[in-house]
């Protein structure tokens, strides 16, 4: 359905944002964290171009992707204090983002 909006919709039309909404948040309820981040960004960016940010349906899609990120951590095995961060930034974790 997403490809279908695209084509002939286009990338931006409020109808294909919505679809690529749905899509993510489908595959959130599946567990399928990874795989729906990516597409609820692109949700987002594209209702915040479109809609602008105090829009409804950017709030929802805004709400869903802080969800989404949260079990995505949740989801990923505890990072020890002396590993590389996972951010890239290079630092140990217990310097980065473990800092109390």
Not at 54 to 82: D, E, F, I, Y
């Amino acid at each position: 359905a997403v490809a279908t909006r695209r084509e002939t919709l286009g990338d931006r039309h409020p109808n294909t944002l919505g679809s690529i909404d749905n899509f993510g948040s489908l595959l959130y309820a599946r567990g399928e964290y990874a795989t729906a981040e990516p597409l609820l960004r692109e949700a987002l960016e594209g209702q915040r171009a479109v809609l602008g940010d105090w829009h409804p349906n950017t709030r929802t899609v805004l709400q869903t992707l802080m969800v989404c990120k949260r079990s995505l951590a949740a989801s990923r095995p505890k990072q020890g204090p002396n590993e590389r961060c996972a951010c890239g930034s290079g630092l140990k974790f217990k310097k980065c983002h473990g800092k109390a």
